[in-house]
T-cell receptor
Framework: AQSVTQLDSQVPVFEEAPVELRCNYS??????LFWYVQYPNQGLQLLLK??????LVKGINGFEAEFNKSQTSFHLRKPSVHISDTAEYFC????????????FGGGTRLMVKP | DAGVIQSPRHEVTEMGQEVTLRCKPI?????LFWYRQTMMRGLELLIY????????DSGMPEDRFSAKMPNASFSTLKIQPSEPRDSAVYFC??????????FGSGTRLTVV
C-alpha cells in the first residue's frame, strides 16, 4: 500500500527567502506524485504533478519539485517566497494508473513572515 | 468551466439529524471522490466512483455514512444519524484519465 510522509508539520520562513517542503513516499509500484496547496477556508488547488518524463517539474506560482526515485522523495521548492504563499501544502501519491485514488500526506503549514 | 460545485458551504445541525452533502463534478470527468478533512486525521478518502459506480468505499467510517451517484453530474454523501465526531470539512473532487484532481470548495459540517 502507498503512503506519504511530510516530515515537517510547520515551516516558518521570512519573505523572499528560499523554502523546501519535504515529501517522502512509500510504494511497491510506479507512482504519480502531486503537490496541492490549500489556502484558508478553501479547497485544494493543484500546484504541480509528476506523471513521467523529466524529474524536475515546474508548477504554478514559481514552485517546482524534483522526483527522486532512489530516495523516494518529491520535495517542493521555491527560490523566493511571498507573504501570499502562506498556506497548507499537501503532497499526494497515486499508484500505477494515474486515474486511481490519491493518498495524501499530513500537510505542511508554510508560514511566511515579513 | 465552473469547477466542482459543492453545497452547502456550511452546515450546522443537531446530533441525530440527517445531513446530505451535494456535489456536481466537472462535466466529462469520469471519477468522483469524497474526502473528509479533520485536524486529527488530515485528508481521508471516504469513497470514489468511476462512471457513476462505487469502486472503493472502504474509507466510509460506518454504516451511518452512505454515498450515491445517480448520474454523471451529481453525487450525494449522506450521514444518518449525525454525531458530533462527524464534524469536519468534506471535499468532493473529480478527474478524468491522465489529469489531476479538481477539488470543490468543501462543505464545513458542524454537528452540535
Amino acid at each position: 500500500a502507498q503512503s506519504v510522509t511530510q516530515l515537517d508539520s510547520q515551516v516558518p520562513v521570512f519573505e523572499e527567502a528560499p523554502v523546501e517542503l519535504r515529501c517522502n513516499y512509500s510504494s511497491s509500484v510506479s507512482v504519480y506524485l502531486f503537490w496541492y496547496v490549500q489556502y484558508p477556508n478553501q479547497g485544494l488547488q493543484l500546484l504541480l504533478k509528476y506523471l513521467s518524463g523529466s524529474t524536475l517539474v515546474k508548477g504554478i506560482n514559481g514552485f517546482e519539485a524534483e522526483f527522486n526515485k532512489s530516495q523516494t522523495s518529491f520535495h517542493l521548492r521555491k527560490p523566493s517566497v511571498h507573504i501570499s504563499d502562506t498556506a497548507e501544502y499537501f503532497c499526494a501519491v497515486s499508484e500505477g494508473n494515474a486515474g486511481n485514488m490519491l493518498t495524501f500526506g499530513g500537510g505542511t503549514r508554510l508560514m511566511v513572515k515579513p | 468551466d465552473a469547477g466542482v460545485i459543492q453545497s452547502p458551504r456550511h452546515e450546522v445541525t443537531e446530533m441525530g439529524q440527517e445531513v446530505t452533502l451535494r456535489c456536481k463534478p466537472i462535466s466529462g470527468h469520469d471519477y468522483l471522490f469524497w474526502y473528509r478533512q479533520t485536524m486529527m486525521r488530515g485528508l481521508e478518502l471516504l469513497i470514489y466512483f468511476n462512471n457513476n459506480v462505487p469502486i472503493d468505499d472502504s474509507g466510509m467510517p460506518e454504516d451511518r455514512f452512505s454515498a450515491k451517484m445517480p448520474n454523471a453530474s451529481f453525487s450525494t454523501l449522506k450521514i444518518q444519524p449525525s454525531e458530533p465526531r462527524d464534524s469536519a470539512v468534506y471535499f468532493c473532487a473529480s478527474r478524468t484519465q491522465g489529469q489531476g484532481y479538481t477539488f470543490g470548495s468543501g462543505t464545513r459540517l458542524t454537528v452540535v
